[in-house]
């Protein structure tokens, strides 16, 4: 983490005041997938496009590549080696018709508070 932190405050060095949080987060995120957990990532306008491009990252890896890891380090079949490991994040922008449904029935101030309800365990993020 130190030497991607480094990068990316000489990339963006209007960064430096957050870089305690940035660490903070990276090691929160760290232990959730150490774990086995889940992250939901949630947000309105362009930053439910961030959700959604940031869930893709982690769960395919667009940037940094992961390599599948199987039990006892077997090799995939043939068909399946483009296969990449990924970590388990849901954006909760996706979900449309539950998200428009619920709001239009129940309550639009808890659209979100339903997926996190149905779907959240003790753990996730």
């Known amino acids: 983490m130190k030497k991607h ?3 990316l405050l000489q990339r963006r060095p209007e960064l430096a005041a957050c870089a305690t949080d940035i ?3 990276n090691a ?3 232990a959730c ?11 309105n306008g362009g930053s ?10 982690l769960l395919n890896g667009f940037y940094s590549k992961r390599p ?12 399946l080696r483009g296969l990449q490991g990924g970590l388990p994040a849901i954006p909760l922008t996706g979900f449309l018709s539950l998200r428009t449904a619920f709001a239009n029935d129940v309550d639009p101030a ?3 508070a339903q997926l996190v309800w149905a ?3 003790p753990g996730d993020v």
């Not at 439910?48 to 893709?56: L, V």
């Not at 599948?68 to 068909?79: A, F, T």
């Open 5 to 7: 932190l480094k990068e």
């Open 23 to 25: 660490q903070a987060v």
């Open 28 to 30: 929160i995120l760290a």
């Open 33 to 43: 997938f150490r774990r086995g957990g889940r992250v939901y990532l949630c947000g």
């Open 48 to 57: 439910a496009a961030d959700c959604e491009h940031w869930a893709g990252e």
């Open 68 to 79: 599948v890891r199987r039990p006892g380090g077997k090799n995939l079949p043939p068909e």
């Open 110 to 112: 808890l659209e979100y």
């Open 119 to 121: 779907l959240g365990r």
